[in-house]
């Protein structure tokens, strides 16, 4: 078992697995894990669809593109989820109040299955896995997914997770310098122009010696194109078909 700093401090996203199976006391553990995420409320807003089957995994690449979903030993598409409670406030006879329907109830769900993804990736890494995050499953293709799944309204797809034994050891590229990520007491805004300069030197320069392209574009550069493209998704349609949509607003 590798330790807290090794696992968090030598992160990478494993795009190539091994053709190996995880464990069985290993999967147990990334299960426990996953159940004993912190939610809010302890309202467990979330639901996690295991995929093992080769066959629906390769389905899957199919509607997304992504090799390592379907080379990986376990594919883990973490949901959020109000099904269950509304199973359960009409097995009691309550009536429920339409908080998915809210901003704030959506963010309850995302970040509840945010949370358990992270703790499934920890447990994975610090047990020699590799893991890669998707979040392209949410915006590929999702409907088509959700139909596959077999997901109930109430329960939409926000992320997943490639685990399994590692075929490569990628570099960590390189971060934004802490005094842009970690702000004291208040946000600060001080020489960000020159430090953003100088991380779309660095991050060009890292993606002029690593990419298989050879290309030398910069992080804003990038991320000004993932932008562009993210604004051809549908996830709002998604997710009002799917039972959410925000068309209520919290009391004050």
């Known amino acids: 078992m590798k330790n807290i700093i090794e696992t968090l401090l030598n992160r990478t996203s494993i795009r190539r697995y091994e053709r190996q199976a ?10 426990r894990a ?18 093992e089957e080769q066959k629906l ?7 997304t593109g992504q090799k390592q979903i379907k080379t990986c030993a376990l594919f883990l ?16 006879e309550w009536v429920l109040p339409p908080f998915q329907h809210t901003l704030d109830g959506i963010l309850v769900g995302v970040i509840d299955a945010t949370i358990a ?4 990736r920890i447990m994975s890494e610090s ?9 392209y499953i949410r915006t590929a293709a999702p ?8 997901l109930p309204k109430g329960v939409a797809i926000v992320c997943g997770l490639a685990i399994g034994y590692p075929r490569e ?31 779309d030197r660095t991050i060009g320069l890292y993606n002029h010696s690593h990419s298989i392209g050879t290309t030398d574009k910069n992080w804003s550069k990038h991320m000004t194109e993932y932008y562009r493209e993210g604004m051809t998704y549908h996830t709002l349609g998604y997710y009002n078909e799917q039972g959410y949509g925000v068309t209520e607003e919290n009391e004050m």
């Open 22 to 31: 995880i464990e069985p006391e290993k999967k147990e553990l990334i299960y």
């Open 34 to 51: 996953i159940s004993n995420s912190p939610t809010s409320y302890n309202g467990q807003q979330y639901s996690v669809i295991a995929v």
């Open 57 to 63: 995994k390769e389905q899957i690449y199919a509607l």
């Open 77 to 92: 598409i973490f949901c959020s989820d109000y099904h269950k409670i509304e199973i359960a406030a009409e097995n009691n």
């Open 117 to 120: 993804m992270c703790n499934a």
């Open 127 to 135: 047990m020699g896995l590799g893991c890669c995050c998707i979040g």
């Open 143 to 150: 409907r088509e997914l959700s139909e596959m799944l077999h």
């Open 169 to 199: 050891q990628p570099d960590s590229r390189p971060k934004q310098e802490r005094s842009l990520i970690i702000h004291n007491n208040r946000y600060s805004t001080d020489n960000m122009e020159s430090k953003m300069a100088q991380y």
